[in-house]
């Protein structure tokens, strides 16, 4: 094999180079590039052994181990779809998603089999599960009767049977379905091609720069794309994954220091709570670079970072999971233009479009859109959302002579693009915050705050109003340490904003405010709650003149 088109590949060609170098460590313990490849080829052939039916979808509920990563690219190999669930989702959000995409083979551990256990019963398609931290006896008795029940041993035992080979796999197949959160609603799942992972990895370990050498945290949830790409990444430069499931963000730390971590990435909020942190001197001499995604992160936290980190490199990015990246800024462009998103990362073009579809002009607002090889395949099972999102590039931005339609990703989110052709995040159309007649980035209002450097949190969001159509509420958690009134931050954004920007109502808060499954803080969430219980306020907020 001299190429790589298809997800297990990724390892298979790295086992082949390096067999005995790290390919992922786990709580003392390494898997070595050989070794992982073994390992997918044994569940491989269990899952082949089970199902001979092409891309039956293999969900696993688990912690970060290192069967989780088994089973995705395992799954791969069998020629199944690998569907990776939060480990911090609640069982109906589990059931549906078993449901919604029909999965066949659950992974998951005998505690979490424990709480799932009444919910399953209506997945109707679910045929075997997979403990792989208990033998079967222990399971819950009711499960026998519709779902056959097997130790990770027994399974991966399995793959000695005299099965026939997966059918062959084509790199536009779908390999994994990334179920996305759900904070107004249920999850839906972004289908993704082994094109779009193997693309993705060589693109983002292009810019990054990975080699054999590094040494990457996997600290985001490996359901989420960003999470699931320090994988890939690392797979593809042969490098070695470190597997943490942490408590606080101190263990983070601790294993960025103990595992000589070259490459950190992580969120804005979980960012907040690093920089609270007495970083040692000497880890910058060895984390070469830490990266931003999930949003912008703020002006004063990037500083706080870097201040830290003089050595290590920033990396600032963007992605959404329909087209699983999308843009990064080189550390070289922080100082010129640190609120920037950055331009498009290698294999991808990034346009900003008016609602009538033509190009934008310069620092003219527009939504984002995404062609080229990472571009997903739809929602799975959900024909009108994938409608809305993955449209027909209009065809005066084609090349003339070519009949057939192109597919991009219409991501909703609000962004500028500067004279340089670097791009500038606003918001999501759907969270843009319409107010006595204004259109209001809840980001935009968020970065101020932070500016006041005595904010640890803030999230930002609209809620209905009579006089105003939308009143602006923020939600803030001051730094620890600091004694903030409301009044004194209406305030500091009455001097610092336009009046039509000004909060109608600051709302200060002890504990942090509330995340999604991803690690983000979820301003929509907030937004719904206050919606229920939030009373009109003065007609006073709405002459802003």
Known sequence: MKSTFLLHHLIKLAAARTPQRDALSYLGGSLSYADLDGQINGFSGAVAALSSEKQARVAIFLEKRFEFVVACFGASASG???VPINPVLKPLQVAHILQDCSARILLTSQNRLNQLHEVLRGCQELRHIVIVDADKDSAPKSMAAFCHMHTWAEFNGLHKASVAPPERLIDTDMAAILYTSGSTGKPKGVVLSHRNMVCGAKSVADYLENTPEDTLLAALPLSFDAGFSQLTTAFHSGARVVLINYLLPRDILKAVVKEKVTGLTAVPPLWIQLTHLDWPSDVSDHLRYFANTGGRMPFEILEKLRAALPKTKPFLMYGLTEAFRSTYLPPEEIDRRPDSIGRAI???????????????DDDEPGELVHRGALVGMGYWNDAEKTAERYRILPAHLRESGLTLPEIAVFSGDVVRRDHDGFLYFIGRRDEMIKTSGYRVSP?????????AKFVDEAAAFGVDHPALGQAIVVVVKAQDGQTLESEQLLNFCRTNMPAYMVPAQIDLVLAPLPRNPNGKIDRKALSASYQETFTALGEDHGNHG
Do not use: K, Q, S
């Not at 290698?346 to 934008?360: D, F, H, K, Q, Y």
């Not at 935009?444 to 500016?451: D, S």
């Open 443 to 451: 980001t935009e209002v968020e970065e101020i705050l932070y500016a």
């Open 346 to 360: 290698p294999n991808a073009e990034i346009l900003v479009l008016r609602e009538n579809g033509t190009l934008c």
């Open 80 to 82: 199944c779809v690998f």
